[in-house]
């Protein structure tokens, strides 16, 4: 039998905080698998074999990270064996030089070996404690659980993706700054859909449970100023304080499963909007049926107030199709819908030329619950769907 090839990339420089141990406990692990296993390690000043079957890279300082680095991007062995499929197992250091670019002395920052999208840097303090984390449903890998010791923050590309979503601990936020997803519509300006990605933003939290977040922004488009304040369960009550918008409501954390599958089964939909024209307030709920493939169509109920010809309340009125579609970001998804538009569906208004498929963005909070919000001019919509048990 072939041994696995384990191949301890640069231990000296890389080897900051017993890096050795994971090389043993691989070694372990496959040979209680009745795996042969042959380790080498390969130092900073020997090229890297390309024909390996796991490069570990351990943690370092930043002038070891820099210069290991460099002797990487010179060399190419370790390029070659993951395009060829090889896996890398990195961690700390060895890990942000992965990625486009990390911080170097002083967070200053140095080019790393791209082979992730992510850029990492330097926050502003450090997280130390235990962590609990929920992996990407899609590796079928149960929860993470273990202790973290760290001060880089990585910021992950379109290409890229988590591994798993910190539930306890810090993980890959800093303690004080902001990221995630927004989309918003006040008619005049309106996100498109899959929402735009937060570039900048710092939170504060209190003893009370009052979470400060100043300056959310993509430093572009839009900038928000909030307040949540926390139920200790996952929930928040949200509030803005800026001077021109009103926002007030529920905020959830995301929980679970976060991809499409996890949105099946009957749920309540709720509806509650303004349309373009009057801006007359729009009030909707009915049932809809979820396949967790990308449809739930179903009806609804639906109070258009204040606008009496030929309403203002219309009962059972069919919701389809709605659809939805995954977007590389894990727990948000995009879609249409056809049946809630008043301003061009004749049911709702006898001068409407034909129901439009509105374009709208959908959050899982879980599987029991998801947000959603329009994306268009037709009207102002905002989305939440409970499932029926």
């Known amino acids: 039998m072939t041994p696995l090839r384990l191949m301890w990339v640069y231990p000296d420089l890389l080897s900051t905080y017993g890096d050795r141990g994971n090389v043993l406990v691989l070694e372990r692990r496959a040979r209680l698998r009745g795996l042969p296993v042959e380790i080498l390690e390969v130092n900073s000043d020997q090229p890297v074999p390309p024909d390996g079957d796991i490069y570990l890279m351990g943690g370092g300082e930043d002038l070891p990270q820099t210069l290991a680095t460099r ?13 060829r499929g090889a896996v890398v197992f990195a961690v700390c250091a060895g890990y942000q030089m992965l990625g486009v670019e ?35 449903p899609a590796l079928d890998v149960p929860r993470l659980t273990g202790f973290e010791n760290h001060q880089g923050v990585t910021r992950l590309g379109p290409q890229a993706r988590p591994l798993a979503r910190t539930t306890l601990g810090t993980g890959n ?5 902001v990221s995630g997803n927004i989309s918003y519509n006040d008619l005049a300006n309106i996100s498109p859909q899959g ?10 939290v209190e003893a009370t449970g009052r979470v400060t977040l100043t300056g959310v922004s993509d430093n572009s488009t839009f900038a928000y100023n909030l ?31 976060l991809n499409a599958s996890a949105f099946s089964g009957t749920y309540a939909m709720g509806v509650i909007g303004v349309d373009p024209n009057f801006f007359d307030e729009i009030d909707a709920v009915g049932p809809v049926v979820a ?19 030929p309403g203002p309340t219309f009962a059972n009125e069919s ?3 709605a659809t939805f579609a995954a977007t590389s970001t894990p727990g948000i998804f995009t879609g249409n819908i056809t049946g809630i538009d008043v301003t061009n569906c004749p049911v709702y208004n006898a001068n409407g030329l034909g129901c ?3 374009l709208f963005t959908y959050y899982l909070v879980n599987s029991s619950t998801v947000v959603g919000i329009e994306n268009d001019g037709n009207q102002q919509s905002l989305l939440r769907f409970e499932l029926q048990h």
């Open 71 to 83: 002797r990487l991007q010179a060399d190419g062995g370790l390029r070659e064996a993951a395009a």
């Open 102 to 136: 990390f911080g170097g002395a002083d967070d200053a920052p140095v080019p790393g070996l791209g082979l992730l999208d992510i850029r990492s840097g330097r926050g502003e303090r450090r997280a130390v404690g235990e962590i609990v984390a929920d992996v990407d």
């Open 173 to 177: 936020g800093d303690g004080t700054t």
């Open 195 to 204: 929402g735009i990605a937060i570039a900048s933003g710092t939170y504060t």
């Open 227 to 257: 307040e949540l304040y926390l139920d200790g369960n996952g929930n928040a009550r949200v509030l803005s304080m800026d001077s021109s918008d009103v926002v007030d409501g529920l905020a959830n954390q995301q929980s679970g499963s």
């Open 291 to 309: 396949d967790g493939v990308g449809n739930f169509p179903g009806f609804v109920d639906l109070n258009w107030i204040f606008t009496p010809s």
């Open 319 to 321: 919701v389809s199709p």
């Open 356 to 358: 439009t498929a509105d």
